[in-house]
């Protein structure tokens, strides 16, 4: 068996119905054995632990498959911990309810990867909840060599549809931050913004599950944007710590004007009003600071009328949000909430 090219590091936390599809559609490549599996238990209370345990054994004569049992910490130390256990030259993540496509990691890869390129990209496509509608996120395939460290660069790249050169992360010390949420944004910020080669393909490596029970899905607002702004807050520290003039100011204030409606939904307007004089939300009262030109008017509208503002939110985004929550408690109800909010959508694009 040849040296591991590529580790392919999934963490999992209570994902005995999904980690093995994820598993298995790497192994399952057609250059499998330049590959490295790495399992990062995330301290599972279920039996995905011992599944994944047992898998390990049953290809232990035909594939490097490992598994790493840790005390839960949340996906960011998950993936952190493959990043120090990798042995591969490549690594990359692969979320333990997505999977990999059918004929991804080919001989025509591997040759890709012998360009030694810091940071690799590919296209992926999204899966809906009901596996049946599927839609490409495409690339154009592209190189670009001899970069210099610009915080400024588009970081548009998906985490789990990247390639990474492991040395490089090690060497600039490119972790992800311990948030709940978010936590790959300020991660594939600070790697593209510092990596002084990048190859775009459009080739599809990752099938993307909207899974409608994810943390994305089920948080609550007030958790999600909590999060969200600490994730930011700390990919501002990061990249004041490597010597850039950096402000994150405008990005965190645009977050919390898209999840201003959110929490009008979820709160009364006095417990709103209570949650948004924290310290975290200062930005919001600062004249000097404005979003994105497109939600400059939801800022001016609070602004204006903020009991209006809280109640036209209850009723514009309270009820769809209730009515998603029913519609995915059952499978027949989750069928056609995907027939309507993805397919025919899908054939709209089409047309």
Known sequence: MQDALLTVV?????????????????????????????????????????????????????????VLHKVNGGGASARNSGIQAAQGRYICFLDADDWWENGFFDPQLVRLLGEDFDLYNFSYQSVSPDL??????????????????DCERPYYIRHWACIH??????????????????????????????????????????????????????????????????????EEDMFRARGFEYSNDREMLSEIIRKLPMLCAQMSYRELRKHLNQPSFELLWQEEIKPWRDLCHQEAAFKKHPFLFWARSRLSSGLPMVTKQLLYRSAAFMKCACFFRYRLLLRWDKA
């Open 165 to 234: 050169r492991r040395e490089y992360l090690l060497k600039n010390e490119i972790y992800y931050p311990l948030c709940k949420i978010n936590e790959d944004v300020p991660f594939m910020h600070l790697s593209s913004a510092l990596a002084r080669s990048v190859k775009s393909c459009s080739k599809v490596m990752v099938n993307y599950w909207l899974n409608p029970k994810s943390c994305v899905h089920t948080s609550s607002s007030t958790v999600m944007i909590d999060e969200i702004l600490k994730s930011l807050h700390m």
């Open 132 to 149: 049946r509608w599927r839609k490409i996120y495409p690339l154009e395939d592209k190189e670009q060599r001899d970069l210099q460290p």
């Open 10 to 66: 999934i963490p999992f936390y209570n994902a005995a119905r999904t980690v093995l599809r994820a598993a298995d559609s790497v192994l399952q490549q057609p250059c499998a054995d330049r590959i490295e599996l790495l399992l990062v238990d995330d301290g599972s209370s279920d039996q995905s632990g011992t599944i994944c345990d047992q898998y390990a054994e049953k290809h232990a004569q035909t594939a490097r498959v490992r």
